[in-house]
T-cell receptor, first 114, second 115 residues
């Protein structure tokens, strides 16, 4: 099993550009999550999904959109990138939900917005 | 506000000595608590969690954590540190916000084990 994979690993954008981050998991997990990690702030939840076709807002959802068209994939979109979105983005998945189940994390995507 | 705090940004310990990484929490109701570890350029890995039951929780790689309700703490411990334990450690707590559960992470503690 590959576990949780993220594409791309690195990306540099200019302000106003758009992009999509892809997260894929092969563990048949129902729940998937997107976090951002900033220095001195720990991880903050952007959006999450409790199953195929569902999404919900987390702690810091503004400026991001997500889609879960297939159970194994969870996409994070930035429609108009801003320098404040420079961060490391982590995807995670879990078998069960309500955050009580162990989350499995991907390796991260380092995004720089100039 | 419901949150989790890791009061130490950096902890240094000599190899073979016991280590403690501190975590305190503030939530309404019964807390669900987690420890995750992050190695350089990697995603977070689960170490252990407290949901209910025994206050001493044993986890991966010889780590354990003690839930102390009166002190609202969930400190991570290991009897004998290894150089390979050097990493960034995150405490996390489940809290209810907006009527739904959410997982809040601390800011992390960088553990350095000195050979």
């Amino acid at each position: 099993n590959a576990g949780v994979t993220q594409t791309p690993k690195f990306r540099v954008l200019k302000t106003g550009q758009s992009m999509t981050l892809l997260c894929a998991q092969d563990m048949n997990h129902e729940y998937m999550y997107w976090y951002r990690q900033d220095p001195g702030m720990g991880l903050r939840l952007i959006h999450y999904s409790v199953g195929e076709g569902t999404t919900a807002k987390g702690e810091v959802p503004d400026g991001y959109n997500v889609s879960r068209l297939k159970k194994q994939n969870f996409l994070l979109g930035l429609e108009s990138a801003a320098p404040s979105q420079t961060s490391v983005y982590f995807c995670a998945s879990s078998y069960a939900g309500q955050f009580t189940d162990t989350q499995y994390f991907g390796p991260g995507t380092r995004l720089t917005v100039l | 506000a419901q949150s989790v705090a890791q009061p130490e940004d950096q902890v240094n310990v000599a190899e073979g000595n016991p280590l403690t990484v501190k975590c305190t929490y503030s939530v309404s109701g019964n807390p669900y608590l987690f420890w995750y570890v992050q190695y350089p350029n990697r995603g977070l890995q689960f170490l252990l969690k407290y949901i209910t039951g025994d206050n001493l929780v044993k986890g991966s790689y010889g780590f354990e954590a003690e839930f102390n309700k009166s002190q609202t703490s969930f400190h991570l411990k290991k009897p004998s540190a290894l150089v390979s334990d050097s990493a960034l450690y995150f405490c996390a707590v489940i809290a209810i916000t907006g009527g739904a559960n959410n997982l809040f992470f601390g800011t992390g503690t960088r553990l350095t084990v000195i050979p």
